[in-house]
């Protein structure tokens, strides 16, 4: 089970720590991913993270977002800073199940105003 938690209104330029509580899996096991679905688009794919906490970003987020996990809470992070509007989108951590990242938790909504 993936539950995410940590969404809300920021503005821009702000920052926010979005958090994964995971159950009913090895989580230091797994490399685990964040993704997003804005308004009216696809899922995008921002961060992976492994099982060793190095990691990976997409360029939309690369220098702003970190990804980062706490194997013995089974936690995983995603801490964002110098949003954007064009960051506003339902953020989902997610098994590293590219391309479309089915095993995915219910979502937290992110919301950035200008």
């Known amino acids: 089970q993936l539950v995410e938690s940590g969404g809300g209104v920021v503005q821009s330029g702000g920052s926010l720590r979005l958090s994964c509580h995971t159950s009913g899996f090895v989580f230091e096991y797994h490399a685990m991913s964040w993704v997003r679905q804005a308004p009216g688009k696809g899922l995008e794919w921002i961060s992976t993270?492994?099982?060793?906490?190095?990691?990976i970003y997409g360029d939309s987020v690369k220098g702003r977002f970190t990804a980062s996990r706490d194997n013995a809470e089974k936690v995983l992070y995603l801490q964002l800073n110098n949003v954007k509007t064009e960051d506003t989108a339902i953020y989902y951590c997610?098994?590293?199940?590219?391309?479309?990242?089915?095993?995915r938790g219910q979502g937290t909504q992110v919301t950035v105003s200008s």
């Open positions: 997610a098994f590293n199940e590219p391309p479309h990242y089915t095993s």
């Open positions: 993270i492994n099982f060793d906490g190095s990691t």
